[in-house]
Each structure stands twice: as structure tokens, then as C-alpha cells.
């Protein structure tokens, strides 16, 4: 079976699996790119201990899927640039209400990345935290997940584990449907 077939097997596993929790778009427009599949999370927070002077805090996901042979160094920063725009564009720092927002990406490919881009993979890092009202409030983190389909394992940078371990619940589902 090609990446292709494969991932389009994916995305409607992982939409059958997350309709309820995520807001999904199919073939979703980001500046000048297109993925395949986009979703956005909300969640209010109302305990007492998660509230913020008396009101809910609010946390958010944000996430891209997108579908590509082979990774290379150029289709990886270019990932990465994706998710430092996010930042700018997502994050609802204003809010007083906002607690965190994850920046994920999930790249589905064709086959293992090399050693040298697992490397750069495991190094890339994007973490805000922000505490005064004019530089906004909560904190976001960015998370990118390649997975080979042809194995199903992933390869991540460090806040990347916790969604690879949500992808392979879905990536199994595909493998043994």
C-alpha cells in the first residue's frame, strides 16, 4: 500500500476516533499550504484548583496533519516554521482565561527520517510562558510527531511523546482494521 492510501486510512481513523473531542477541517488552508486535516481543541477548566481569580481557565490544541513521502531537513524546518507561526498567529494571550496552548504537528510519511533528522527532531523546541497583562497570560508548547506508516513508529522532539502515544492508538486501529 503507498503513503498516500496509508495516510488517508489515518486521517479517517483519527477522525473517527476524535469528531467528539476535536473540531476537525478537512483539507485545511494554512498562508500558502494546504494539509490535509486540521482540528482545534478547547477545553474549559472549572476546578478549583485550575481557576483563575473565580473563573474557568481555558486550554487549547491546535493541530496539522500533513503527508509526505520522505521527510528532509528542508520539509522539517519548514514544519517547524509552522508551529513558530502558530505561536503568533493561535495563541490567545490576551485572554485572561488562557491557560495553555499546544502547537502540534503531525507528519505522517512514508518512511523512517534519518539519524540527522531524528537528531534535529528530538532538539527542536518551542515553549512560551507569559505572567503580566501586557505581555499576556498562560503558557504554550510546541509538539511535532513524525510517524512512518510503513512501521508505525514515531519519532518526536520532547513534547512531542504524549501526542505520539495518541497517534499510535490510532495507527494501530488502521493496522489491525
Known amino acids: 500500500m503507498d503513503i498516500y492510501t496509508q495516510a488517508t486510512s489515518y486521517l479517517d481513523a483519527f477522525q473517527e476516533d476524535m ?20 482540528g482545534v481543541l478547547q477545553i474549559e477548566e472549572t476546578a478549583t484548583l485550575l481557576q483563575r481569580n473565580g473563573k474557568s481557565a481555558i486550554s487549547y490544541e491546535f493541530c496539522y496533519f500533513d503527508v509526505c513521502e ?7 524546518e519548514a514544519y517547524w516554521q509552522v508551529i513558530e ?6 495563541v490567545p494571550w490576551a485572554e485572561r482565561s488562557h491557560s495553555f496552548s499546544m502547537l502540534s504537528m503531525v507528519v505522517l510519511t512514508g518512511s523512517a ?6 537528531k534535529q527532531l528530538r532538539k527542536y523546541k518551542h515553549e512560551e510562558k507569559r505572567k503580566k497583562p501586557e505581555d499576556g497570560y498562560g503558557w504554550c508548547s510546541g509538539r511535532l510527531c513524525v510517524v512512518d ?4 513508529n514515531c519519532y518526536t522532539n520532547r513534547h512531542g511523546s504524549a501526542l505520539a502515544n495518541r497517534v499510535k ?9
Open 113 to 118: 527520517p534519518d539519524k540527522t533528522l531524528t
Open 169 to 177: 492508538v490510532t495507527a494501530k486501529r488502521v493496522a489491525l482494521g
Open 19 to 38: 469528531h467528539q473531542n476535536f473540531h476537525l477541517v478537512s483539507n485545511a488552508e494554512y498562508g500558502d499550504r494546504h494539509f490535509p486535516l486540521y
Open 149 to 152: 506508516m510503513s512501521t508505525g
Open 85 to 90: 507561526d502558530m505561536a503568533a498567529r493561535y
Open 70 to 76: 520522505q521527510l528532509d531537513a528542508a520539509a522539517l
